[in-house]
């Protein structure tokens, strides 16, 4: 399995940037992905999944409404757009495959801690 980051840099508070994943090694379009995201000096942080076949997606309630996830399965490739951005949005961004799932309350989070898979992160900084 490999993930594959690009598409980070820095931007000014307000600005957008589109981050990709490119993938292989496994049947892409088979399976859950996610983006989780690491700011400095912080724990790993889920920040979004989409689902195989439907398409279905779940964000945290810190990024939704300004970032969408989305997959090429023809391109092996995982999006995150990211739109609006805030200077607490500054981080390592990675793509994740096998992470633990769960819901609580009727709503759906992601172990970041308990993915098996992680690609090497793009740096994401928000700054004025």
């Known amino acids: 399995v490999q993930l594959k980051e690009s598409g980070g840099g820095t931007v000014q508070p307000g600005g957008s940037l589109r981050l990709s994943c490119a993938a292989s090694?496994?049947?892409?379009?088979?399976?859950?992905m996610h983006w989780v995201r690491q700011a400095p000096g912080k724990g790993l942080e889920w920040v979004s999944s989409?689902?195989?076949?439907?398409?279905?997606?779940m964000s945290a309630d810190s990024v939704k409404g300004r970032f969408t996830i989305s997959r090429d399965d023809a391109k092996n490739t995982l999006y995150l757009q990211l739109d609006t951005l805030k200077t607490e949005d500054t981080a390592i961004y990675y793509c994740?495959?096998?992470?633990?799932?769960?819901?609580?309350?009727?709503?759906?989070?992601?172990?970041?801690?308990?993915?098996?898979?992680r690609g090497q992160g793009t740096q994401v900084t928000v700054s004025s």
């Open positions: 989409i689902n195989a076949g439907d398409d279905r997606t």
């Open positions: 090694g496994f049947t892409f379009s088979d399976y859950w």
């Open positions: 994740a495959k096998d992470c633990t799932s769960y819901y609580k309350s009727g709503r759906f989070f992601v172990d970041p801690q308990r993915c098996s898979y």
